[in-house]
Each structure stands twice: as structure tokens, then as C-alpha cells.
């Protein structure tokens, strides 16, 4: 049982094709950070949190009352999202920390562990292009099985 069932996935996650979201699919969430932070900008040099839905339902003023904490977390993204955007949700904030939590999504999307890993370095270097001291955490993604059809 179990050997049919690793093949059933093996086939269904080799039957999708590793594609980044669309480049649209995320400018509603993110003009709505880039709204708020108008109205209410948040304060430089502190801690931001990226990523998938993981970091969005976080509830980080509840595990961390005593920290400042930029939540930019966004739906079902992708690690290249967070790449695509930083320019946008993290780097003007010139944060001291960043915390991210993405590739799950990619995983399940058909992306293999490398391509995980080359969008990671992609995500360094960008934030540390216009940021060369941020401290970066990268949360170990971990299986969501209930995103298996």
C-alpha cells in the first residue's frame, strides 16, 4: 500500500510542471502592504517575516510581544514570489532580520529540492545587494500533506 501510494505521488508530482505563480497573481496582496505602509509606514531596522500563508496566518505579536515585527506574509507564494517582491515588501523597511518561510508551495507545484535551493540564493543575494548586513533565517519548509489532491 504504502509503495503505491509513494508512486501515486511520485507520478503526481512529476505530472506537474515546476511553474512560479504568475507575475500577476500577487499584486492585489502586495498594493495592499505597500497601502497600508503609506498610511501607517513601519519603522526601519526591524524584523520582517516573507513568505507563504505559514507566515501570513502567524500570529507573530502573539509568539513575539516583545519584538517589532513586519508580517509580509501572502497567500499560497512561492520562494520566487519572495524573490520577485523583496524589492517591494522587505527592503524598504531596511530591516536588521529577515525570517522567511517559502518552498512548500513549490515542492507541491513540481519543483525539485535544487530548484528550492537556487531560488534561496537567489533571495540572498537580492537582499544582500541592498541590504549586505541583514541576518536572514530560512524556516525548514515540512511536508504539507493536506495539499495532496
Known sequence: MIKRLAVAFG???SAAAAQPSPAGLWEPDI???EA????????AGEIVFVGSSSIRLWDTQ???PDLKIINRGFGGSQLADSVRYA???IIP???RLVVVY???NDIYGGATSEQVAVLFEQFVRRLRAALPEVRIIYLGI????FLLP
Open 142 to 145: 515540512k511536508p504539507s500533506l
Open 87 to 89: 524589492e517591494r515588501i
Open 62 to 64: 502573539k509568539y513575539f
Open 11 to 13: 507520478f503526481i508530482a
Open 31 to 33: 498594493a495592499a502592504f
Open 36 to 43: 497600508r505602509d503609506r498610511t501607517a509606514p513601519p519603522p
Open 93 to 95: 523597511y531596511k530591516p
Open 102 to 104: 517559502a518552498g512548500d
